[in-house]
């Protein structure tokens, strides 16, 4: 079973609409949990971070976390192209580890 | 602008040469990692330095060794490298331990090897 595994997409959604990211990992010790956005050729940039249960809101973006579950998702409100990339879902302490990541396509 | 900075951004070598990776970060982070990514493909964990030392090495073939100077500084020393070692290779600090961790990414070095 792999550590961190994701919804592989690709997803298409329409401007404005709401994405939905999922996520599960296996480590029922990760205490971290994080959402970076990967452009095409470029570095990921961290997104969002999660550290307890529940749902944590930054602007459009929602990240929530079950840890009963081992569940980790992001939603993206009001979608807009500039949103077009691949996410990367990743569990920290110490290792940092990645899923496989979702393309995500928003069409105008 | 990033704190964390990868040099060069590209580079191209011959399965011959000796060439080396610099990563440098102004975050005051204790922990810093290397990572390998291939196209279409997730970042790949090489190598983890937590205060200055090796703390883990994800099975990393020798002909990539590398070495942290001090808490600001990562290197990764390439040798006899392979076409296929051809890559994006990522720098990204953090602090150690297990909550507080957002790890920052640098820009990358694109790698080619011919």
């Known amino acids: 079973q792999k550590e961190v595994e994701q919804n592989s997409g690709p997803l298409s959604v329409p401007e404005g609409a709401i994405a939905s990211l999922n996520c599960t990992y296996s480590d029922r010790g990760s205490q971290s949990f994080f959402w970076y956005r990967q452009y095409s050729g470029k570095s990921p940039e961290l997104i969002m971070s999660?550290?307890?249960?529940g749902d944590k809101e930054d602007g459009r973006f929602t990240a929530q976390l079950n840890k009963a579950s081992q569940y980790v998702s992001l939603l993206i409100r009001d979608s807009q192209p500039s949103d077009s990339a691949t996410y990367l879902c990743s569990h920290g302490g110490g290792k940092l580890i990645f899923g496989q990541g979702t393309e995500l396509s928003v069409k105008p | 602008d990033t704190e964390v900075t990868q040099t060069p951004k590209h580079l191209v070598m011959g399965m011959t040469n000796k060439k080396s990776l610099k990563c440098e970060q102004h975050m005051g982070h204790r922990a810093m990692y290397w990572y390998k990514q291939k196209a279409k493909k997730p970042p790949e964990l090489m190598f983890v330095y937590s205060y200055e030392k090796l703390s883990i090495n994800e099975s990393v073939p020798s002909r990539f060794s590398p070495e942290c100077p001090n808490s600001s500084l990562l290197n990764l020393h390439l040798h006899a490298l392979q076409p296929e070692d051809s890559a994006l290779y990522l720098c990204a600090s953090s602090q150690p331990g297990q909550v507080n961790t957002e790890a920052f990414f640098g820009q990358g070095t694109r790698l080619t090897v011919v």
């Open positions: 999660i550290y307890s249960n």
